[in-house]
């Protein structure tokens, strides 16, 4: 747990830090939000004592910050930033070691740490001894977080670590990110620009502005609940559809009113269930209950369609809204590992959603 217990911190003029209470939870992942010079970089730097705040006290499980030597407190906290920060006359092996080498590790428990943190962040053997000029942007930042992760720290901090990828890469590495933190269970302080990845990542969001916090709470509730004008305004217009992105296909694929067919059935069998049930589109499955394609009624005729689109289960339920925009389907089917059928989606019940709150 870290605890901010009335930190300020003034540069010059500018006052950075308010008067900031606020407490980070164990094992989540708390995001920090809010205009350009509000203040959150000084934050999370005086978390690891980068930056010393005037008044007020910082603690980690209950010891104050003041108290640790700052070059072993910062040495046992994780620390990944947007512009990576690599070694370029380090391999990525090298890179990752870092830390682990400082702390004075045994050769052997370095390699086997450094190969089994590539792993988890995706990238094969073979990147353990090129240069970071040899990679991409995204493969970087993959870099940045596993030498973060190096030497096991309970607290990771973050600052904007994945502001430089696009957005198709940086859905990627949020995935792989999630995945990580759901095994690790790190203390993480996160800090982004990006609303949307503030609402995907976050357990809790802080939204700043001018060194205060203006409200702390989740995702859910800042969407639904923004505390003021300036917190609604830096949600943008879209926050009703952002919300979407906190549900997951898996917890919404519904069987209610679904046609399902046997493997070989035929086209004529596929018209009167659908007729029956007053449905356009029935699904075929196998006996384990695997996708295998569907019949839709397109006017009078009944058509088949061998490779139909699905969603994965993790998509989130923005995602999901979007491909139906972009497909025109107004109806999905969601499966999980081996294409297993787990229900479908109608567009119908995404717009009821939105238009809830
Ligand atoms: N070392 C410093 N000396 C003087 N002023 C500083 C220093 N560090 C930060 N500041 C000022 O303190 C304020 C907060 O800076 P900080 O870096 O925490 O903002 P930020 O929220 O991280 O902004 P950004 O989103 O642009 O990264 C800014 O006005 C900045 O100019
Ligand atoms: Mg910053």
Redesign the pocket.
């Known amino acids: 747990m870290i605890e901010f217990r009335n930190v300020s911190?003034r540069?010059?003029q500018?006052?950075?830090?308010d008067n900031i209470d606020i407490t980070f939870p164990d094992g989540q992942i708390s995001v920090?939000i809010?205009?350009?010079?509000?203040?959150?970089?000084?934050?999370?730097?005086m978390i690891n004592r980068l930056?010393d705040p005037d008044s007020g006290q910082i603690l980690i499980n209950g010891e104050p910050v003041s108290h640790r030597n700052p070059v072993e407190l910062r040495r046992s906290i994780g620390y990944a930033i947007q512009e990576v920060g690599l070694f370029p006359h380090y391999t990525i092996f090298d890179n990752v070691a870092l830390v682990p080498r400082l702390l004075k590790w045994p050769a052997s428990r370095i390699k086997d740490r450094v190969m089994e943190l590539l792993d988890l962040v995706t990238l094969d053997e073979s990147y353990a001894h090129r240069y970071p000029s040899q990679l991409s942007g995204g493969e970087k930042q993959r870099v940045g977080l596993a030498r973060s992760l190096a030497a096991d720290p309970e607290i990771l901090l973050m600052?904007?670590p994945f502001g430089a990828i696009d957005p198709i890469n940086r859905s990627t590495i949020h995935n792989t990110f999630l995945g990580i933190q759901e095994d690790l269970k790190k203390t993480i302080v996160f800090?982004t620009?990006d609303m949307q990845e503030a609402v995907k990542l976050g357990d809790a969001v802080a939204i700043?502005n001018a060194?205060r916090v203006i409200q702390f709470d989740s995702p859910e509730q800042i969407l639904s609940n923004p505390e003021s004008e300036f917190v609604a305004e830096l949600l943008g217009k879209d926050r009703r559809i952002q919300i979407l992105s906190l549900k997951k296909n898996s917890e919404y694929a519904s069987n209610e009113n679904v046609v399902t067919l046997a493997e070989n059935s035929s086209a004529e069998e596929a018209r009167k269930k659908l007729l029956e049930a007053d449905q356009t589109i029935a699904f075929l499955l196998s006996s384990a209950g695997r996708l295998l394609g569907r019949y839709y009624l397109d006017g009078e005729r009944v058509r088949s369609d061998g490779k139909p689109l699905h969603l994965d289960r993790k998509m989130d339920l923005r995602e999901t809204l979007s491909i139906m925009l972009e497909t025109g389907e107004r109806l999905l089917p969601v499966t999980g590992k081996d294409r297993k059928f787990l229900g479908v989606i109608r567009l119908e019940h995404l717009v009821d959603e939105v238009a809830r709150l």
């Open positions: 911190k540069f010059g500018t006052l950075a830090a920090l809010g205009p350009s010079g509000c203040g959150k970089t000084t934050l999370m730097k930056v600052d904007e800090v620009h700043l060194g």
